[in-house]
């Protein structure tokens, strides 16, 4: 089973400013198989990227993904005040696994 | 648009089953894609169960496999989740999504159920 591990857990930022959050998988993933999903309290997963680097429909710019391999990053170029959220990246290989999450909060 | 709602009972007692449902609204099952259950225990990240597709070919996360079983009805639009020999570390919200299956990620979703689990 692929293991994603999630950096940093926390992340302290205020809006405006840039965000990097880092999935890092325990073996190579296949770029297509990589996405990114935002969670809010007391709400369900919403998709943000699939493919590493394509956003879903309806996602702001602002929002990026690259990498490749077995490191992969998600960028918010300026922080909105509803970005402030937990974060996770998941992959498909012969299952799905999720990485344990980043949150985001305002500092 | 695609909806899916989760519905079962929100306390199961350790050693019993635990069984949810998943109706979809907006789009028939029928017509493809798989559709999946994942589960948050409280304050913590996500776990991927299982998934099933419309023909009722399904995978299952290896460390839960000798417990789970999905399964789908078209007739109803729903698909089921069946989670054996239930302890308190289940105790979850469980969500109910659909699958899309060229980037295999979990496109739409559920609002989400809490089961816990307690005598």
């Not at chain 2, 648009?1 to 609204?25: I, R, W, Y």
Request: some cysteine.
């Amino acid at each position: 089973e692929i293991v994603l591990t999630q950096s940093p857990g926390t992340l302290s930022l205020s809006p405006g400013e840039r965000a990097t959050l880092s999935c890092r998988a325990s073996q190579s993933v296949s770029s297509s198989y990589l996405a990114w999903y935002q969670q809010k309290p007391g709400q369900a997963p919403r998709l943000l990227i699939y493919g590493a680097s394509s956003r879903a429909t309806g996602i702001p710019d602002r929002f990026s993904g690259s990498g490749s391999g077995t490191d992969f990053t998600l960028t918010i170029s300026r922080l909105e005040p509803e970005d402030f959220a937990v974060y996770y990246c998941q992959q498909y290989g012969s299952s799905h696994t999720f990485g344990q999450g980043t949150k985001l909060e305002i500092k | 648009q695609v909806q899916l709602q989760e519905s079962g009972p929100g306390l199961v007692k350790p050693s019993e089953t635990l069984s949810l449902t998943c109706a979809v609204s907006g789009y028939s099952i029928s017509s493809g894609y798989y559709w999946g259950w994942i589960r948050q225990p409280p304050g913590k990240g996500l776990e991927w169960i299982g998934s099933i597709y419309h023909s009722g070919s399904t995978y299952y996360n290896p460390s839960l496999k000798s417990r789970v079983t999905i399964s789908v009805d078209t007739s109803k639009n729903q698909f089921s989740l069946k989670l054996s020999s239930v302890t308190a570390a289940d105790t979850a919200v469980y969500y109910c999504a659909r699958l899309e299956n060229t980037a295999m990620v979990f496109d739409y979703w559920g609002q989400g159920t809490l089961v816990t689990v307690s005598s």
